[in-house]
């Protein structure tokens, strides 16, 4: 069984605007529920976590109640594509309305609502011992909704199981039987069988059908291992195409391994880029090592943009690795905006390529408008008093304040929003009648004006140099950047620092650091400590 996802869509949920939108974006879900919200909320569960919607959550969900809206990647999922597969030969299909229907999966037909029943007035009809709309043991009253989809008690597991699942693990069964009872052929013809279904079964036979000594099993288990649908198979891969036999299997090995690299996957992004390192070196042709560049370029890590730094200087793959270093400094240009700049600067002056220079200079131009923005602080907090309004809270005085802020204890904040990593939510420390401290370091090339903008969801106060600068003591929703402050910037080092205080609700704050005139600030350098001159 596989394990529960982390996140389950029979939570309490709140109507958000995303879940409303999803209908009216051409969405189409086939599920019986009497809330579109709920309809929505489940297809948000799976377009938001793909891969864990599990053979569990298909018995919560029931199998009357699934949705066909499911991206490719959800229906390479192994148990996923027999469940499809079955419902497919159970459900006569239907026609699936709207612009996003999955080309990959055949909607099921549900029994929908009677007109009767939708008629305003009708009362749905009773079971015994049961009121309309009310099951026992659960309170009818109005609040959130208490979850997604109704879910049958099961008493046990294996002799209520539906009948779709029950035949979905016999033709599994079969198809291994077939395997292991099969002829060399017959195992030929099964290999791309078993590599769309996917599996631990299926993975074992094809890893043994690799030490056959029939070449043409021999084959078939190589080329269905490179068409492996999720990153269960990158061991194997990456030990075929290190040590294959063949220069045929190795090459098809090491372009299935980069192809499962660029999946999704929990691995930290620096550790996708030393494996894709580790498969450039075995890369004996350039289409296999423009391959490689290629998934690196979708990685957004500092790791991946070094990596392609390093391949600028091998001429034949020169001009891929151009591209690379600007696709990635696109991905990271705004968490790590010098690094990025000072990519693009070098390849837009070194550059052969026309294209490839202009990508560049696009990607310093909008850089350039994003100058100055904070996305680096360390924090402190929060910050409240039993029985204190927020008030005092916004009067008094906590450690961050007194003298140098040390006797505070700091740590470093990760953005919350990487569309936007300027706008910091402080939900994690959130409650009533509160404070949060955050502070920077702001380097400036000379003594010069400046204008400070700043952003806060409710009150804010503002020091520069220990100098009080700016407070806005009042409540209010998040005014991003909306706060103008002329400052006076010393040459080296300035320390920046925020005091954010809560009423209640949402708890968000920016800030930024530009031109009087409000643009770009040349020479301008942010950190999260204040370095030495």
């Known amino acids: ?56 959550e298909m018995k919560k969900v029931g199998v009357r109640r699934y949705i066909s809206m499911l991206t490719p990647q959800q229906t390479a999922t192994p148990t996923l594509r027999y469940y499809i597969m079955a419902f497919s030969a159970e459900n006569k299909p239907v026609a699936a309305s709207g612009n996003s229907a999955n080309p990959h999966i055949v909607p099921m037909e549900i029994p929908q609502e009677t007109e009767d029943s939708a008629k305003p007035g009708k009362e749905p009809d009773k079971e015994p011992g049961k009121e309309p709309g009310k099951e026992p043991g659960k309170d009818t009253g109005k609040g959130p909704v ?130 894709l ?20 370029a979708k990685v957004p890590d500092p790791a991946a943009l070094a990596f392609a730094e390093e391949c600028l200087a091998d001429a034949e793959l020169r001009p891929v690795a151009e591209t690379t270093v600007v696709s990635v400094a696109q991905l990271i240009g705004l968490l790590e905006p010098d690094a990025a700049r000072a990519a693009l600067e070098g390849i837009q002056q070194k550059t052969g390529n026309d294209a490839t220079r202009k990508r560049a200079e696009e990607a310093l131009g909008r850089l350039q408008q994003t100058r100055g923005r904070v996305v680096r602080w360390l924090g402190s907090g929060p910050y409240f008093e039993a029985g204190r309004d927020w008030a005092w809270v916004f009067d008094q005085a906590f450690a961050p304040e007194e003298g140098d802020g040390g006797g505070a204890t700091w740590q470093v904040l990760r953005p919350t929003n990487p569309q936007a990593p300027w706008v910091f ?41 220990g100098a009080l600068v700016h407070e806005a003591r009042l409540t209010r929703a998040h005014n991003v950047l909306g706060d103008k402050v002329p400052v006076a910037l010393r040459a080296g080092w300035n320390v920046l620092l925020l005091k954010v205080v809560q009423v209640g609700g949402a708890w968000q704050f920016s800030a930024a650091v530009r031109a009087p005139d409000g643009g770009p600030l040349d020479g301008l350098e942010l950190a999260l400590e204040p370095g030495a001159d």
Not at 180 to 186: I, K, L, Q, S
Not at 220 to 240: F, I, M, N, Q, Y
Request: hydrophobic share 40%.
């Open 425 to 465: 939510d402080l939900d994690a420390f959130n409650g009533p009648a509160r404070c949060f401290y955050v502070r920077c370091g702001v380097r400036s090339p000379k003594a010069q004006p400046a204008q400070l903008q700043v952003g806060s969801d409710d009150g804010v106060r503002v020091w520069l140099n």
């Open 277 to 296: 390192r580790g498969a450039l070196r075995l890369a004996s042709r350039t289409e296999e090592r423009t391959l490689v560049l290629g998934a690196a």
């Open 1 to 56: 069984m596989p394990p529960e996802p982390a996140e389950d869509p029979t939570v309490p949920i709140e109507h958000t605007p995303r879940e409303k939108g999803l209908r009216g974006r051409g969405l189409t879900v086939f599920c019986r529920v009497k809330d579109d919200l709920k309809a929505a909320r489940v297809l948000l569960y799976l377009e938001t976590n793909p891969g864990n919607f599990t053979e569990l």
């Open 146 to 275: 208490t979850q997604v989809v109704e879910e049958e008690e099961v008493k046990n597991p294996v002799e209520d199981e539906p009948d779709v699942f029950k035949q979905v693990r016999k033709q599994q069964e079969k198809e291994r039987t077939a395997w292991d009872a099969g002829p060399d052929a017959h195992r030929v013809r099964l290999a791309p069988a078993l590599a769309r279904v996917g599996g631990t079964a299926a993975l074992d036979r094809l890893r043994a059908a690799r030490r056959s000594a029939d070449d043409a099993v021999v084959d078939a288990a190589v080329r269905a291992l490179a068409s492996w649908p999720d990153g269960t198979a990158l061991e194997e891969l990456r030990d075929l195409a290190e040590h294959g036999e063949r220069p045929a299997h190795r090459i098809l090995a090491l372009r299935g391994y980069v192809r499962l690299l660029e999946l999704p996957s929990p691995r930290p992004p620096a550790e996708t880029v030393e494996l």
